[in-house]
């Protein structure tokens, strides 16, 4: 079946751009997951999603960045008026329940100039 | 957010066995052990997790120390296709089951 799918694949904006950064989790999945892996580093938590309960959002590094997910599937996360440092490979896991594999999407490439 | 320490590199000739440490000293009865992969520009890979007993999986096994501190990844024959990143994660089933990925073990695979 599907996997985990994430768009674009690629972004490159502006420092101070706000950027749009979608994921679509495999069709059933309750659980959602956020991550950011900056080059050459391992993946850092941003934020995650479990069915209808309010999101764990203690990874989020700053009030720049906000996710939601509408209907229990589709996720955006945004990070407003970027800047340099955000620039990364954030990446999105979706899973079945709280103790399952996470599958990951490819991630998107954000560069922030 | 428990904590795994695994080595920053291993190698291994193609065709034998590897096996991979994790130490988790600090891990909880609630956490799961998971192992992922991740090759250059990919998003990570599932390979294995486990609770208390060692697991098989066509991938590779997982054998789990009986005080759960500490854990092997093992790939039975290397292939030029294992060199990648390995992680260890632990992950707590009962609050959400985030991942806190350390910095793994870079495998390379000498032919």
């Known amino acids: 079946g599907a996997g985990v799918s994430q768009s674009p694949s690629n972004k490159v904006t502006e420092k101070g751009k706000d950027v749009e950064l979608r994921c679509d989790p495999i069709?059933?999945?309750?659980?959602l997951y956020w991550y950011r892996q900056r080059l050459g580093q391992g993946l850092e938590f941003l934020i995650y999603?479990?069915?209808?309960?309010?999101?764990?959002k203690s990874g989020l590094p700053s009030d720049r960045f906000s996710a939601e997910r509408t209907g229990g599937s589709v996720s955006t996360l945004t990070i407003q008026r970027t800047q340099q440092e955000d620039s990364a490979v954030y990446l999105c896991?979706?899973?079945?329940?709280?103790?399952?594999?996470?599958?990951f999407g490819p991630g998107t490439r954000l560069t922030v100039t | 957010d428990a904590k795994t320490t695994q080595p920053n590199s291993m190698e291994s000739n193609e065709e034998e066995p590897v096996h991979l440490p994790c130490n988790h000293s600090?891990?909880?009865?609630?956490?799961?052990i998971h192992w992922y992969r991740q090759l250059p520009s990919q998003g990570p890979e599932y390979v294995i997790h486990?609770?208390?007993s060692n697991v098989n999986n066509r991938m590779a096994s997982l054998a789990i120390a009986e005080d759960r501190k500490s854990s092997t990844l093992i790939l039975h024959r290397a292939t030029l296709r294992d060199a990648a990143v390995y992680y260890c994660?632990?992950?707590?089933?009962?609050?959400?089951?985030?991942?806190?990925f350390g910095t793994g073990t870079s495998l390379t695979v000498i032919p």
């Open positions: 069709s059933g999945h309750t659980a």
């Open positions: 994660i632990l992950s707590a089933w009962n609050t959400g089951n985030q991942f806190y």
């Open positions: 999603f479990q069915g209808n309960s309010a999101p764990d």
């Open positions: 600090t891990i909880s009865g609630t956490d799961y």
């Open positions: 896991a979706s899973s079945l329940g709280t103790s399952g594999p996470q599958y």
């Open positions: 486990g609770l208390t």
